[in-house]
């Protein structure tokens, strides 16, 4: 589970996050809102990525940013996957493999299987400046995967994305949740409500939030 206790956040005066409490459980998740109105922010605090001004995150009752080498571990079961895909130089394969290579784990059976899925295969070999925005997402995406994190946290995974990888996307997190793995999406994408357990509203200029069920 994940939690925050009254989480404020601001990049100039006026908080965009204000005493912000919430409780996400396993499934998917949904930030949703138009954009600047804090989905991402609150997506990259409970990831460890951008530490509160005020206020605690727990993950499964770990102070993520004060509890240590506690939190150090913890935070190895999570995994963040930008909007704006973090490419490095070199080989699409050398790009898939990182996520593996700096957690000292090797799923390389899992990597191959996931790149078949998505229909990599014919560009491992490539120099990643080549690939499309499209292909970009997608190798982000399966770095993130092959490293089976327990908390999946995405920014917009759909944008980019033709059809047919859009609906393999969808699949593949849906068959995530039903093995218990707990999934955070910020998105505007209403095509993403009818697969969330829990929807929660930021609305711009208003630091509140409301829940929804997903339909």
Avoid: C, W
């Avoid at 200029?205 to 339909?215: F, H, I, M, P, W």
Wanted: proline share 3%; aromatic share 8%; charged share 30%.
């Amino acid at each position: 589970m994940i939690e925050t206790i009254n989480l404020t956040f601001s990049y100039n005066r006026e908080p965009i996050l204000k005493d912000l409490n919430i409780k996400i459980m396993k499934g998917i998740t949904l930030f949703r809102g138009p954009n600047g109105s804090g989905k991402t922010t609150l997506a990259k605090i409970i990831s460890g990525l951008l530490p509160p001004k005020r206020g605690k995150v727990y993950i499964d009752q770990v102070d993520i940013y004060n509890d240590g080498e506690k939190a150090r571990r913890k935070l190895l079961e999570v995994v963040y996957v930008h909007d704006n895909p973090v490419i490095l130089k070199g080989s699409v394969y050398k790009n898939l493999i990182y996520g593996m290579r700096i957690r000292g784990i090797d799923n390389k059976e899992k990597l191959h299987t996931l790149i078949e899925y998505f229909g990599l295969h014919s560009l491992v070999d490539r120099k990643s400046y080549e690939l499309s925005a499209g292909e970009k997402q997608i190798v982000s995406l399966i770095r993130a995967l092959s490293v089976d994190p327990r908390y999946l946290i995405l920014d917009e995974p759909l944008q980019y994305l033709d059809d047919e990888r859009r609906a393999k996307v969808i699949k593949y997190l849906v068959k995530l949740k039903k093995k218990g793995i707990t999934i955070v999406i910020a998105t505007h994408e209403q095509e993403l409500t009818k697969y969330a357990d829990t929807i929660y509203i930021i609305k711009y200029g208003n630091v509140d939030l409301k829940k929804a069920r997903g339909t």
